[in-house]
């Protein structure tokens, strides 16, 4: 029985995620959170094959969660569903220790195809982001600026976008200004900005943020 946990701040995806899995005779949801502390807590107490994870939720977000996770759990499997499109948030959250990544739009049965996958040891991506990475790679495309950045980095840019403060950011994260500080210094280096107007601008018009 692969027992499952569920990340995600709103009660409506639970729940119909949970009757999505109740159709699986093998699959077994053991705990919901609404949010990463929740979460944390949870997997704790109650260890488990998979989790999936949304990223955007109250206070620390899903990206700062799994790198959490995989340091407590590291056999635990994963799966991001989030709103925003792979191109977006992928890399990111692959780069973060996730096993699979899937958009909301995504059909039940591919979320049933990716937990499987990912709790055998695989990674699972849709078939059209496979195919704008396997373009972007023979290509020898450059991708998106934001894609250099390391995933606690990442998370601070789109902080900064959502119009938060360095010691809000701070205080949020439980780091200090000077850390916050060094990584939005960090942070405007790699991608070429000189401010934050710069890098709110960015997020919005990649719609990183909403």
Known sequence: MLRVLIADDHAVVRRGLRQVLADESDI???????????????????????????????????????????????????????????????????????????????????????????VRGGRYVSAALAEKLALDLSANRNGALHESLSAREFQILCMIGSGKSVTGIADELALSVKTIGTYRARILEKMEMRNNAELIRYTIQNRLVT
């Not at 998979?50 to 990206?63: A, E, W």
């Not at 799994?66 to 709103?83: D, F, H, N, Q």
């Open 28 to 118: 077994k949801v053991i705990g919901e959170a609404h949010n990463s502390q929740e979460l944390l807590t949870l997997a704790r107490r109650h260890p488990c094959d998979l989790i999936v994870l949304d990223i955007s939720m109250p206070g620390r977000n899903g990206l700062d969660a799994i790198g959490e996770l995989r340091k407590e759990s590291p056999k635990t499997a994963v799966l991001v569903l989030s709103m925003y499109p792979e191109d977006q948030y992928a890399v990111q959250a692959f780069r973060a220790g996730a096993s699979g990544y899937l958009t909301k739009e995504s059909a039940p049965e591919e979320l049933v195809l990716a937990i499987r996958k990912v």
